[in-house]
């Protein structure tokens, strides 16, 4: 039986870091990385629980298990996707059948929505942005009293200066095709925190662009839990235990007003591999533990 399964795409770096951090670490490791040209032969019966993996058999004690964005971000086609989602329900519910051990077990849906979480990262304590979820251009003109951004509301896409966003849609009779999420703009810093199991990690990002993702120099610096507000480590902590979320990433942006840090969305698959190179592999260390441990570190 292998230590800890990893599981996504062939294409997701995050995965062959973790294996080698768990390997590294003197762990038995399996993975299963879909690639779309030569997928992975796997077979799960469903009255005997067993399940194989190219003809052997597949066991595993804990699993990390990652849904393959990359072709949806390399703008692959349906097929592609519907693929990456299939792969990824299939290794889920095993898991979830079988009792191999996963992160957010129980994590409740609110999580995925952005506006939602708004919302209770809000009644945690945490303070957020002034935010307006919208498809009305009247409404948008008029929200943002300064410069303002906008950001799908389901995700998917990268943040636009609103300026930029109201130019580029068609708008039939003041009303967008969509809704999107409408914010003032906020400064640097930008903290990316990370929870893994009780621990955090925490991190500044420094770049020249709207949205970090898109600035190739983006600096990464790893900080203490220390240079947090306790009341922002405090309400980070309610929030995830709330909904029952034991990894993800936080990001929070300065109000260039009042220099507070806002909080903006919590992402519960984030990337963590240049995070974790900055921080010296101490956050997959973390990760490997805490799943070998399943639920306590190893």
């Known amino acids: 039986m292998a230590d800890l399964l990893i599981a996504g795409g062939a294409a997701d770096g995050n995965l062959g870091w973790l294996a080698s951090t768990a390997s590294r670490l003197g762990y038995a490791v399996e993975t299963l990385l879909v690639d779309a040209d030569t997928p992975p032969g796997f077979a799960w019966d469903l009255a005997t629980g067993r399940a194989r993996l190219d003809g052997r058999p597949l066991e595993a004690r804990a699993a990390f298990v990652r849904y393959d964005v990359f072709p949806q971000l390399k703008g692959g086609t349906a097929g592609a996707i519907a693929s990456a989602m ?42 957020i942005p002034a935010t307006l979820v919208t498809n009305s251009e ?13 950001k799908p509301v389901a995700g998917g896409s990268y943040v636009v200066s609103l300026d930029e966003a109201i130019g580029g849609t068609k708008w039939e009779s003041g009303r967008a095709p969509s809704p999107a999420i409408v914010q003032p703009m906020l400064a640097y810093p930008e903290r990316r ?34 240079t947090l507000d306790p009341t922002v480590l405090g309400g980070l902590a309610r929030l995830t235990d709330e909904i029952g979320c034991d990894f993800c990433a936080v990001d929070m942006k300065t109000d260039p007003g009042s220099g507070a840090l806002l909080f903006l969305e919590l992402n519960s698959s984030p990337m963590f591999l240049a995070y974790d190179k900055a921080a010296g592999g101490a956050m997959s260390e973390a990760m490997v533990r805490y799943l070998i441990g399943r639920g306590e570190p190893a």
């Open 193 to 226: 925190i990370y929870r893994v199991g009780t621990q955090f990690f925490v991190f500044d990002i420094a770049s020249r662009t709207l949205d970090s993702r898109l600035d190739g120099d983006m600096q990464i610096t790893p900080l203490g839990t220390e």
């Open 86 to 127: 299939a792969w990824y329900a299939a290794v889920t519910a095993f898991c979830d059948a079988e009792g191999v051990f996963t992160l957010n077990r129980g994590i409740s849906p609110i999580s995925a929505s952005k506006p939602a979480m708004l919302r209770k990262a809000a009644a945690c304590g945490l303070a």
């Open 138 to 150: 009247a409404d948008a003109r008029t929200f943002a009293t300064g410069p303002g951004i906008a």
